[in-house]
């Protein structure tokens, strides 16, 4: 039902090149949301709202009436308007009175025929099952018996899933009104699915609105005007209003895509394994990863080397003078031939590809502290701790997976970025956040039961709060050069 691509997509479905196509953007720029997810949950937004389907259909029905008010043509008609200037009431009425040819327009838009056919008295023989019938059809003279109607309208239906139906006659352009429909369908299921792909249609081809991605949620997201944004469904998904998949800053939209495209169809990455252990670099025996920190710790009891799961160094190696996080491209020292440079772009999408699903895993993985934290929070509660002063605990693994997410996209954001003085402030920023990110990981993974609560909650808060501060002077950046226009892609 959703078609993400087709909304994104430059030159959606039914654009005609004379249409206002306010939904399209420059899209190298994302919009900025300074708040986590949670925060935005606890903040109403009066700028998104939650539509059912029922409340989907009431609204598609008052903009139906409103034009047909100023137009005083059939409810269908009206629908059909309306669906090809994209629910623009106002661009629509705009063309209606601007165009020189109102008939010329109404056949642009395909209500009414190009031409009509001459209808021979009587009863005829259907064109379709050559039975002789009582035919009927459209304004343009096209006609069958009822029956070949049904069949074509049912076909459409639920084969094509379409809405906006031409006339079964080759070459006819003409769409049936609802009405149409409606009165050679009968069957309440077969309604019922028409009724639900108005619906659906209203909502895809609106550039103010947005099926939520979750799973069986069958809500829209509306929106006062068009932007890359996070919005928040009332089931909880957290997604990008533009393109419908999981809120991706600092990435924009178009880059997103290619990424995702790219990540199926490279064969390299279809053999990245999941995995959860890789040999302790100096004993040699398999580490198991049970957790998202990717600070290490070898089990051997004769070992205990502290090693970084990316990069397989020595932990106290990383700091402010190390980070492992930027790919060094003179690694490939001027690569000769066609397969050497084929070798050398492999060896550096890896090198992203890698890091971007070991930050998903680590989000994955960082999932059960959600149990974790809330034992942890029912025993302090039963130390005379309020509700309220508990809570910090949630919050801070709330703060975690905003910043996991951050950071796998911050990987494809580089993958796709030039070095020159602005990436390397990039990454820097990015070092830096990864770095924070890792000790707040550890603090909620390990140290929740070494520390008396007090230090504990100043421990645990004072992380939370640098660590938001570092992801927002990262996504200030990105969203400030996207401005400004100071990311050089290499496309
Ligand atoms: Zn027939
Ligand atoms: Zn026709
Ligand atoms: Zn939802
Ligand atoms: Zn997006
Ligand atoms: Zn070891
Ligand atoms: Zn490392």
Redo the contacts with the bound molecule.
């Keep these: 039902m959703n078609s993400d691509d087709e909304i994104y997509m430059e030159g959606s479905a039914s654009s005609e090149d004379d249409m206002d196509d306010e939904c399209l953007s420059d899209d190298d720029g994302i919009a900025r949301h300074d708040q986590s997810a949670s925060d935005y949950l606890n903040k109403k937004d009066k700028d998104n709202e939650v539509l059912d389907h029922d409340s989907l259909e009431a609204e598609m029905k008052k903009a139906i009436s409103e034009v047909e008010a100023v137009l005083q043509v059939k409810t269908g008609v009206c629908r059909i308007l309306l669906h090809k200037y994209k629910w623009n009431k106002e661009s629509l009425l705009e063309r209606f009175y601007e165009h020189p040819d109102t008939i010329a327009f109404l056949i642009d838009a395909q209500v009414i025929?190009r031409q009509q056919?001459v209808i021979p008295a009587g009863d005829a023989e259907c064109d379709i099952c050559c039975s002789m019938d009582e035919l009927s059809?459209?304004s343009?003279?096209?006609r069958a018996c009822a029956e070949c109607w049904q069949a074509y309208l049912t076909n459409k239906i639920v084969s094509d899933a379409q809405s906006e139906i031409?006339?079964?006659?080759p070459n006819?352009k003409?769409l049936i009104e609802d009405e149409k429909v409606l009165s050679y369908i009968s069957d309440p299921t077969m309604v019922s699915k028409y009724r639900k792909l108005m619906v659906a249609s209203y909502v895809e081809i609106n550039c103010l609105l947005r099926w939520c991605p979750g799973i069986d949620c069958g809500k829209a997201v509306k929106v006062s005007h068009w932007e890359p944004r996070l919005v928040v469904c009332s089931c909880g998904t957290c997604f990008c209003f533009s393109c419908g998949q999981n809120w991706h800053e600092p990435l924009n939209c178009r880059h997103l895509k290619k990424w995702i495209k790219k990540c199926q169809d490279d064969s390299e990455t279809m053999n990245w394994i999941n995995a959860n252990t890789k040999d302790c670099p100096k004993c040699m025996i398999p580490i198991e990863k049970n957790g998202g920190c990717n600070r290490m710790l070898c089990t051997n009891s004769g070992c205990r080397y502290e090693f970084c799961w990316m990069c397989l160094e020595p932990w106290t190696k990383h700091g402010y003078q190390y980070a492992c996080n930027g790919y060094d491209e003179t690694a490939v020292k001027n690569p000769q031939d066609a397969q050497e440079i084929s070798r050398a772009n492999l060896k550096r999408y890896l090198f992203y590809f890698n890091r971007y699903m070991g930050h998903e895993q680590s989000l994955q993985l960082e999932g059960k502290l959600n149990i974790k934290v809330a034992k942890k929070m029912e025993q302090m509660e039963n130390m005379s701790m309020s509700w309220i002063e508990v809570q910090f605990l949630r919050k801070a693994v709330d703060i975690l997976s905003e910043c996991r997410r951050t950071l796998m996209y911050t990987y494809a954001f580089a993958f796709y970025l030039k070095k020159d003085n602005n990436s390397i402030i990039f990454e820097s920023n990015q070092a830096n956040l990864e770095m924070e990110t890792e000790q707040l990981s550890g603090f909620l993974e390990r140290d929740l039961e070494d520390e008396d609560l007090v230090t504990l909650k100043q421990k645990v808060q004072d992380k939370y709060r640098y660590v938001e501060q570092r992801r927002k002077v990262l996504l200030d950046h990105c969203a400030e050069g996207a401005e400004q226009d100071i990311w050089q892609y290499n496309d």
């Design positions: 025929p056919e059809g459209l343009c003279n096209h031409e006339c079964m006659a006819c003409l």
